[in-house]
């Protein structure tokens, strides 16, 4: 039977989640929306720029020899690339952010499955060496819980992709496990998104439209799901729902 401390940890950690999921789309639904309704003000800031341009003796030799259409076509191609880089800066926010939240809920749940269940991650230190004082001034089980401790502190550490792989390893999903919705863990989609986000964290993505953005994003979410769905069955975790609902933002 799984100890109800364990059930309450594991409902506080969802709770967390629902919170920042619900961040994320309120971060994107806000902005959004802001953006569709940026088209005038951003209109009248370049407008005014320009003019403060016109006035200053050194612009003027320049923007004094354009047309009256050209300065429209100046100010409006501005705008829509003002519009443009938004929506990029919005998408490219969305994917770190969210990737961030899935790699917070795995380390959590490694944890978890630890105080669960320490045994379960003996196969990680068998071939871990230890000094011989070290044997010799401490019993076999501190020694055990000294070892694990400092893989998971490594495992932490190391990318989202290798700390999925163990999880995953670790609870031993049966074949087609799924969750509500019909989603299937898939690596090669995680990696694919994985490396999207270090291209935007690196400068390498941030600049053109990210293809399909929502579905990358509910991904990273239902992958979260997926692997606490994963946990509650190989653990018999069962929510508990008024502390899942006290845990999110919206009950402080």
């Not at 006035?55 to 690339?81: C, H, M």
């Not at 609870?171 to 496990?177: L, N, T, V």
Request: charge should be neutral; glycine fraction near 4%; include cysteine.
């Amino acid at each position: 039977m799984t100890n109800p401390n364990m059930n309450d940890k594991f409902s506080i950690l969802m709770g967390k989640f629902l919170n920042l999921w619900g961040f994320i789309l309120n971060f994107q639904f806000v902005l959004r929306v802001s953006l569709d309704h940026s088209h005038d003000k951003l209109k009248e800031i370049n407008e005014q720029s320009l003019k403060d341009f016109l006035a200053d003796p050194d612009f003027l030799q320049i923007f004094s020899k354009l047309s009256e259409d050209q300065k429209s076509t100046f100010i409006s191609q501005n705008v829509q690339g003002a519009i443009k880089n938004a929506n990029v800066g919005i998408d490219a926010i969305a994917i770190v952010l969210t990737h961030s939240i899935l790699e917070a809920v795995i380390i959590d749940l490694i944890v978890l499955s630890y105080e669960l269940q320490p045994n379960d991650w003996i196969g990680y230190i068998q071939e871990r060496k230890i000094k011989f004082s070290e044997l010799s001034s401490s019993n076999t089980d501190a020694i055990k819980k000294d070892l694990i401790e400092e893989y998971l502190a490594q495992l932490k550490k190391e990318s989202l992709l290798y700390k999925c792989d163990r999880l995953m390893a670790i609870c031993k999903p049966p074949a087609g496990f799924k969750i509500h919705g019909g989603f299937i863990y898939n690596r090669e989609t995680l990696e694919t998104i994985d490396k999207l986000r270090h291209d935007i964290v690196h400068g390498l993505q941030i600049k053109t439209q990210i293809i399909d953005v929502d579905n990358k994003i509910k991904y990273l979410h239902d992958t979260a799901v997926y692997f606490m769905a994963l946990m509650a069955k190989k653990y018999n975790l069962i929510p508990q729902l008024d502390i899942v609902a006290k845990s999110t933002f919206y009950s402080n």
